[in-house]
């Protein structure tokens, strides 16, 4: 049974609304049900938020507890007024305060971009994205001098994830390319990625792990062999450190924590938050 139910209440897509909460509720012990309502913003639909909110607080007999990112005065009146929950408004916790200390108004717009068609950063994440999947697994060596950042290893080593994580979050071209038994057999990197060594990063990962995950693709094949992982693991990271370029382990590492560490080692000069 979970303990207590979490509304995410947003005007927008929520996604601000549940990043924080769930950030928050991560330092409990909580098995929680989570609802999302997002596009919040009508007077209208605020009530039938209400409605919802105050039946789980009387079908439960606990207070739920309400995450809101919502802008429209309004549409928070409704809830702040009717709601039985425990409200956590970040805006009013946040934005409000800062407006004061900086002595200027926020934009009050609804979710990461008011108008998609005229945000240049809305085009530049979609520019970037699109980059990254043109260049996901070594499938185009065009526009390379274009990336921002290069990742190399072994096969299922994370190397899409963490690039489309990198374009989406942070607007970043990423380029990645698998590490193979031709590039071992002339232990150097790719030559199509020589020029730009100053963007390569590599991802390297426990031959047990990388057994592991390249057994649930093709079980019982040489590919997800121990042995050749064992083999190819240490083929890379050889590689990598006669290169000279900076790698890490994504055996224990989230995806967030793999893109921290990249942003931190390359320092990339264009970055969308």
Partial sequence: MHSRTIFFVSDGTGITAETFGNAILAQFELAPRRVRLPFVDTVDKAHQAVR??????????????????????????????????????????????????????????VGRFSDVSRSKEYTNRIEAINFSLAHDDGQSHRD?????????GVSRSGKTPTSLYLAMQHGLKSANYPLIPEDFDRRQLPPALMPFRKKIFGLTISPERLSEIRTERRPNSRYA??????????????MMRRAGIRWLSTTTKSIEEIATTILQELQPERLVY
């Avoid at 390379?144 to 190399?152: K, M, Q, R, S």
């Avoid at 062999?225 to 083929?235: D, F, G, I, K, T």
């Fill in 225 to 238: 062999s121990l042995q050749n992982c064992r083999h190819e693991v240490a083929e890379a990271e050889a």
């Fill in 144 to 152: 390379l001098a274009g990336a921002d950042v290069i990742l190399v």
């Fill in 52 to 109: 919802q909110i105050n039946h789980t607080a009387d079908l439960e007999g606990k207070k739920p507890i309400v995450f809101t990112t919502l802008v429209n005065m309004e549409v928070l009146k409704v809830i702040q007024e009717g709601c039985k929950g425990m409200l956590l408004d970040m805006f009013g916790t946040f934005v409000h305060p800062l407006e004061q200390e900086l002595g200027i108004k926020s934009h009050h717009r």
